[in-house]
């Protein structure tokens, strides 16, 4: 087994722990409740990646994703805690490293996604190691996850809307029909035609159609698939919550996170970007820009360093606005 990258934490680490210890090792008062279920992973190595690929007997392939992803930045091995962040630029392989743990795992996910023809060869020389049995309910949870989830409460309003315009339309044909019943085919329009000349237009069209569903921003209606989706005593990978969401979004997400990994049993492993998702207590984090990959404090990043220096120039400008 390979050596894992020395380690580095937003929080010092307590020493060493059986397995079921170290599932509640960040237990720091009695309130707090932090799980461990996933403790590590272990992708291919770049020699079996070399051998399966020599093998192969048809070159017919543009790609052999997702082989040579993370063994190029020489990702072999994570080691979890309650909370594991992924960082890195476009194409450093995070949300690639997400999807085959969660396949790994068969972790729930509700929206597909691009699967190569050598996903399954893959995931097949990929192993790891629970502290205790990860839980049912445990999912993956994308940004396509949470664009289709605005965009079903788009679809679904937009349908009661035209479905209204129709209603509108059916009262007024109805009200003003000169309407015979000849047999009992004719009994639904007998009653739409009563029922028009009892109710109002309004009255008609509520007592036939369902309320639109509440309306909202983009923001809310992420943090809302969050925090519907996000349940107690569970694994979860996000990949990229940040996404759909203003810095005051982020910050509430990152409480919720806290929250749920402190008090409520769950263990994260995320990708991202963001820096409000980056300062978690607690988090370890690996940077996938780094070859080897290496565990760092997020205050030592080099998005994070950047923004650090942005504002330090513009420092005098915030304090004129005091």
Known sequence: MTEPVHTVYNEP?????????????????????????????????????DTFIFNLKRTCYDTVYPFRILSKHGLRRLDFEPVTILYGGNGCGKSTALNIIAEKLRLQRDTLYNRSSFFEDYIRMCDFETCIPVPE???????????????????????????????????????????????????????????????????????????????????????????????????????????????????????????????????????????????MRGAKIYDLDENPVDVKRWTELPNIRSYYEFFKRHEQEFQTMV
């Open 137 to 279: 309910e445990s999912r993956i949870i994308t940004s396509d996850d949470v664009f289709d989830f605005m965009l079903n409460l788009r679809s679904i309003n937009e349908g009661i809307d035209c479905r209204r315009e129709e209603l509108f339309q059916e009262y007024l044909d109805a009200k003003y029909s000169h309407f015979q019943m000849k047999s009992l085919d004719d009994y639904e329009q007998l009653k739409k035609v009563n029922l028009a000349r009892s109710k109002t237009q309004s009255r008609y069209v509520r007592k036939n159609l369902m309320d639109n569903v509440r309306e909202h921003s983009n923001g809310e209606s992420a943090f809302l698939y969050f925090s519907e989706k996000i349940k107690e005593n569970a694994l979860y990978l996000l990949d990229e919550p940040e996404n759909s969401l203003s810095p005051d979004r982020q910050q509430e997400l990152l409480k919720f996170l806290e929250d749920s990994a402190r008090f409520f049993g769950c263990q994260f492993i995320i990708s991202t970007h963001s820096p409000f998702l980056l300062s």
């Open 13 to 49: 680490e307590t020493g060493d722990l059986s397995l079921h210890e170290h599932a509640h090792k960040w237990v720091k008062d009695p309130g707090e409740a932090r799980m461990l279920y996933l403790s590590q992973f272990l992708f291919t190595d770049i020699d079996r990646e």
